[in-house]
């Protein structure tokens, strides 16, 4: 089993940073056009991670603030998510709608991460995670 980045990083001696985007907008093309051209090329100029929304909708899926509409990852969404898996990138569902968390957890076929929520049961805030939520991304079940 190989080293990962920061474990290779370490042992010589240097810096390593993952590069992250907060909200898959800078993806979006023109309405009903969406194709994976941005991510693809965000990807090649070292993107390794996307948290697909911020608090609003865009045209992945619903973010808590839209919790209303019990929406989920459109068509894109499930592209998006599935060329992440192609490439290699890790998902980060944080701020996502729980119906489009739950599809992350079915179309995902590798583990995602959570990089800024805490736990419901502990504080009931909007954002923050159920237990069921946890624990789907704990076991990695996708």
Do not use: C
């Not at 080293?3 to 979006?28: H, Q, S, W």
């Not at 941005?38 to 911020?54: A, I, K, N, P, W």
């Not at 959570?114 to 789907?136: C, F, G, W």
């Amino acid at each position: 089993m190989g080293m990962g980045l920061g474990n290779t990083a370490l042992a010589e001696g240097k810096i390593a940073i993952l590069l992250t985007m907060e909200g898959g907008r800078p993806l979006e093309g023109k309405p009903n056009f969406e194709i994976l051209v941005g991510l693809r090329t965000f990807y090649r100029q070292g993107l390794r991670v996307l948290q697909l929304v911020d608090n609003g909708r865009n045209q992945i899926a619903d973010g808590k603030g839209e919790a209303r509409t019990r929406g989920g990852l459109t068509n894109f969404g499930i592209s998006v998510v599935e060329e992440m898996n192609h490439l290699g990138m890790l998902i980060d569902v944080a701020h996502l709608a729980e119906p489009g968390f739950w599809d992350v957890i079915e179309t995902s076929k590798d583990p995602v991460i959570d990089s800024h929520s805490n736990a419901k049961p502990v504080y009931d805030h909007p954002r923050n995670l159920t237990d069921e939520q946890i624990k789907a991304i704990a076991k990695g079940e996708v």
